[in-house]
């Protein structure tokens, strides 16, 4: 449904120099659907989760929605604007204080020209779990919980009847005990109507519970990806299991070495190999590995993992 094929965007960097922000990346986002796009801050999931929103340009490369590439003006990218909502991470930042949560939800509908502002607003409101809808027409975000809040963020989103959430660290603001519910309510959505979701985060937790694929992303690419279980209970790429090593779960840390990535300075080789344990191997530093198809198979970009390696 959503697709990005060999995607790069890059913007003009320190000293001159490009940052290679989305570095060659294919992903895609199948109808009920959630994917988890993970890595660190600084790795490129949220230039390119902006990407497949139709917010910033390719360099190079192509975003798809429904097999058409995505047309950058008019209607066409109207009509796309309502089928792929962006979810932010802080409720309280997403929502006006001024506005009530019914101007809230209605803002939506109102700009595409919908009929039956009220019922499409509380229906919104209730597939959102704000019932019954009506008692929170009035209301502000500042009498309302945190994850109240997420769930009038999420309403505004599905006031548009999108096809696709892009749902950018949707919990991390939230307190331990509501984010369940909000994971709940994504998958609840996923489940009654088929909507898909590209969940942005950091916490490969958070994707063990809620995604039915990952993607890691390291400086501008996917160096792993595949069905959940298989990338997270037998991870391949020694990025991932670093990342996975943080779990409290997990028997053994595995701490990262180096520099953060710095995407004006995308190393020789395996991008990943200045901070990896196991770059022994003469390939590691000087060979560079091929883009990673976007297929639903596991996949990983590594020298040393050659039977998932598709170089
Ligand atoms: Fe590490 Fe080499 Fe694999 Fe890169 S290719 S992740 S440096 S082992």
């Given at each position: 449904m959503l697709e990005a094929t060999e995607v790069k965007v890059s913007f003009g960097g320190r000293g001159g120099r490009q940052a290679r922000a989305v570095d060659g990346v294919n992903l895609t986002v199948a109808p009920g659907e959630i994917v988890a796009l993970v890595g660190e801050s600084g790795c490129g999931k949220t230039t390119l989760a902006r990407t497949l929103l139709g917010l910033e340009r390719p360099t190079s490369g192509q975003v798809s929605y429904d097999g058409t590439p995505l047309s950058y003006t008019g209607r066409r990218l109207r009509a796309f604007r309502r089928q792929v909502q962006l979810v932010l991470q802080d409720p309280m930042g997403s929502l006006n204080p001024r506005q009530t949560v019914y101007e809230a939800v209605a803002e939506g509908p109102r700009i595409h020209g919908l009929p039956d502002e009220e019922k499409v607003v509380a229906d919104a409101l209730s597939r959102a779990g704000l019932r019954p809808p009506?008692?929170?027409?009035?209301?502000?975000?500042?009498?309302?919980?945190?994850?109240?809040?997420?769930?009038?963020?999420?309403?505004?989103?599905?006031?548009?009847?999108?096809?696709?959430?892009?749902?950018?660290?949707?919990?991390?603001?939230?307190?331990?005990?509501?984010?369940?519910?909000?994971?709940?309510?994504?998958?609840?959505?996923?489940?009654?109507?088929?909507?898909?979701?590209?969940?942005?985060?950091?916490?490969?937790?958070?994707?063990?519970?809620?995604?039915?694929?990952?993607?890691?992303?390291?400086?501008?690419?996917?160096?792993?990806?595949?069905?959940?279980?298989?990338?997270?209970?037998?991870?391949?790429?020694?990025?991932?299991?670093?990342?996975?090593?943080?779990?409290?779960?997990?028997?053994?840390?595995?701490?990262?070495?180096?520099?953060?990535?710095?995407?004006?300075?995308?190393?020789?080789?395996?991008?990943?190999?200045?901070?990896?344990?196991?770059?022994?191997?003469?390939?590691?530093?000087?060979?560079?590995?091929?883009?990673?198809?976007?297929?639903?198979?596991?996949?990983?970009?590594?020298?040393?993992?050659?039977?998932?390696?598709?170089?």
């Open positions: 009506e008692r929170f027409f009035l209301r502000y975000p500042h009498e309302l919980s945190g994850g109240q809040r997420q769930r009038v963020v999420i309403a505004g989103a599905l006031a548009l009847s999108p096809k696709v959430l892009i749902a950018d660290e949707p919990v991390a603001s939230l307190d331990a005990s509501v984010r369940g519910e909000i994971l709940s309510l994504l998958l609840r959505l996923r489940d009654d109507l088929g909507l898909a979701a590209l969940v942005v985060t950091h916490d490969l937790g958070l994707a063990w519970n809620i995604a039915d694929r990952v993607a890691v992303m390291y400086l501008g690419r996917i160096v792993e990806s595949g069905p959940t279980e298989d990338v997270l209970t037998n991870p391949q790429h020694p990025y991932t299991q670093a990342l996975l090593s943080v779990l409290p779960e997990s028997p053994e840390r595995i701490v990262l070495t180096g520099e953060p990535p710095d995407p004006t300075r995308i190393p020789t080789g395996c991008r990943f190999h200045p901070r990896c344990q196991l770059a022994l191997t003469p390939a590691c530093h000087s060979t560079p590995l091929q883009i990673l198809p976007a297929t639903t198979t596991a996949q990983v970009a590594c020298h040393l993992a050659p039977v998932r390696t598709t170089t």
